[in-house]
Structures are given as C-alpha cells and as structure tokens.
C-alpha cells in the first residue's frame, strides 16, 4: 500500500495499490475501491496510476472520467 501524498492538500484519497491491470483507491471513511481494465478502461486505469504516483490530482480525475466504474 502506498500513502497518497495529497499534494493539493483536499484530496478524499488516502492511499493506493497498483495492480497490472488495476488500481485499489482507498478514501476517507476506509473503503477501497478498484478501478480495472474491465471496469474503467486501460486509458484511464494508468492515467489514475500516473495521477496516484504524482500525488495530486487523482480525487479529480476520479470524479470526473470513471467515478462509479469500479467493481462491484
């Protein structure tokens, strides 16, 4: 698991763990979700894994392109 370094400072995100194919997103209130290949798209499965490395932005994109495509 990897902490979010939250460099905007109003992140909800809290950590995350990158998979091959997916990434697990945990938030504030302790539920993770995973966004995947099958449920997000490969496109923005690795944006989000850019996003998490880089420490900002990845609540955003969230919200914006994929917000209810994880797993079930």
């Known amino acids: 698991m990897n ?10 995100v809290v950590a995350y763990v990158m998979q091959p194919d997916a990434i697990d997103v945990l938030f504030r209130g302790g ?9 997000a798209g490969c496109h923005n499965v690795e944006a989000m894994k850019s996003l998490a490395v ?8 969230i919200h914006q392109h994929v917000k209810y495509n994880y797993e079930p």
């Open 3 to 12: 902490i979010y370094q939250n460099l905007g400072g109003n992140s909800s």
């Open 54 to 61: 880089q420490g900002r932005g990845l609540c955003s994109y």
């Open 31 to 39: 539920k993770w979700y995973r966004y995947s290949y099958k449920s």
